[in-house]
């Protein structure tokens, strides 16, 4: 990958430019490398996907256990009833597994994936009978069910079939068994079956836990109106005790905040402490992210100091949302003050702090004050993301620093990056501006190679563009 270019040295090597104070007190930061260090710039691979917090073990774990599923499922070639029955046959003769439930569950899997409800709970009679020592356990009847819940049906009767027939073998349907169904059901869009399964299941057998409980809620909120949300909620505790806690709070607030309901989001955290529960971090988070979406910094700072005065400590997530807040409403000087806070109370700056700052910087005009963030994300140990460049080079845009941007782009480039639709947008209608049509359509090209845009999105971008160019051209000819 590519070094911070020399014409990029300069900028940020300006004394103007660069103020001897870092946003993070040097005593503070505990990353600080030398400053005889050479700076690297882009990292050896910057990856536009979040980063996972899945383990190696684990990752292992799963695509061991991927490669066994995609195993199991080329087992049937065919959906025949018939052609499964000789394949199952052929298998017992030559199988050491008889006696491990895993391997019957493995082989239904596979043949419900490829047949209908009927012939898959055909084929299990087949199987139990075939071998007597084949026993099926709840995980079996739990693949049927699932697969009942995913078909294309109007009603709930292949579910209805897939549960009589558990509960006629004698295995009453738990808690678990209503997890499965509900996240199957809506796993194919079928919420309102989904509820009407799970009061069902409620009244006959068992009720679901705070899992499945908070599962539906949350899928309510993407959906359907906050009435039928609380509906819901009111039912379930009415008929089956169940109430909600934190966690259904938090999804409440939080799908309120999206809406811009924050008159809510607050009635509603009244509410929580009413029902006992104490407001966590997570929260105040959510609220304060609310508030700094419609770039209401004054707000957000309240929230911080009710958090304080409630005794929850605010975490590295707190002081990013404020920061972005502050630094959207034109605020840079009041979150570089939280930078500093952020640090003494041991949260360090990362790279969403400083391309949030950036975003500020370049909203004021200090696209070149910005510029010099990107070193000192260096000097820090901070590794700038997909998000960082985009933001910088949108903002060099925009203060019609072309030649910088350039330099930008092209370290982006050579890093495989990806752009953003604004800052793909502002860098061809800045070259378009200046004339240089050609360098636009390499942008263009490399837009679309790298899949950063659609190849409709980034055309259609490009060609508005040159309209405007020429509309512009054959009013002032002089232009």
């Known amino acids: 990958m590519g070094k911070i270019p020399p014409s990029f040295r300069s900028a940020i090597s300006n004394p103007f430019l660069r103020r001897p104070s870092s946003l993070v007190p040097a005593e503070a930061s505990q990353s600080t490398v030398t400053s005889s260090a050479k700076p690297h710039y882009l990292p050896k691979k910057i990856s536009n996907k979040k980063p996972s917090q899945v383990s190696g073990k684990v990752k292992e774990t799963q695509n061991s256990d991927s490669s066994k599923t995609a195993k199991a499922l080329t087992i049937f070639k065919s959906p025949s009833l018939t052609d499964a029955k000789n394949v199952f046959n052929s298998m017992i003769k030559s199988s050491k597994m008889l006696n491990d439930p895993r391997f019957y569950n493995t082989i239904l899997q596979s043949y419900t994936s490829i047949s209908t409800v009927n012939d898959s709970v055909a084929f299990l009679h087949h199987m139990k009978k075939t071998s007597p020592s084949f026993s099926p356990d709840r995980s079996t009847y739990h693949i049927l069910l699932s697969h009942s819940c995913k078909t294309p049906d109007s009603s709930l009767a292949p579910v209805h079939q897939a549960l009589n027939l558990m509960v006629s073998n004698g295995i009453n349907p738990d808690k678990a068994t209503t997890d499965i169904a509900v996240r199957s059901l809506c796993s194919v869009g079928r919420l309102e079956h989904a509820i009407e399964l799970c009061k069902e299941l409620s009244l006959k057998h068992s009720v679901p836990d705070t899992y499945t409980f908070n599962f539906l809620v949350k899928q309510l909120c993407k959906s359907s109106a906050l009435s039928t949300v609380y509906n819901f909620i009111d039912e379930m505790r009415t008929s089956f005790n169940i109430k909600p806690d934190l966690v259904t709070y938090t999804i409440l607030i939080d799908n309120v905040c999206n809406t811009k309901n924050l008159r809510e989001a607050l009635r509603l955290v009244s509410v929580l402490s009413e029902e006992g529960f104490k407001p966590d971090c997570f929260v105040y988070n959510t609220i304060m992210k609310g508030y700094c979406m419609l770039s209401r910094g004054s707000e957000a700072i309240d929230i911080y100091n009710k958090m304080k005065e409630e005794g929850v400590e605010p975490d590295l997530v707190t002081y990013n949302t404020l920061i972005f807040g502050l630094s959207k409403a034109g605020r840079v000087k009041e979150a570089k003050k939280f930078v500093g806070i952020m640090a003494e109370m041991g949260h360090f700056p990362d790279e969403v702090t400083y391309t949030s700052l950036m975003n500020g910087m370049c909203r004021e005009g200090n696209a070149l004050g910005a510029l010099a963030l990107l070193e000192e ?36 480039k050579s890093g495989g990056l990806k752009l953003e639709t ?35 999105t980034a055309y259609s971008t490009l060609e508005s563009t040159l309209k405007w160019l020429k509309k512009v051209k054959e009013q002032s000819p002089t232009i």
């Open 377 to 412: 994300m260096e000097v820090k140990g901070c590794n700038p993301n997909s998000c960082t460049y985009n933001t910088l080079l949108h903002g060099l845009c925009k203060s019609r620093l072309l030649e910088k941007a350039i330099e930008l782009y092209g370290v982006m």
């Open 422 to 456: 604004a800052s793909y947008a502002t860098l061809v209608r800045t070259l378009c501006r200046d004339g240089r049509i050609a360098e636009a359509y390499e942008v263009f090209d490399y837009a679309v190679e790298s899949k950063s845009l659609t190849d409709v």
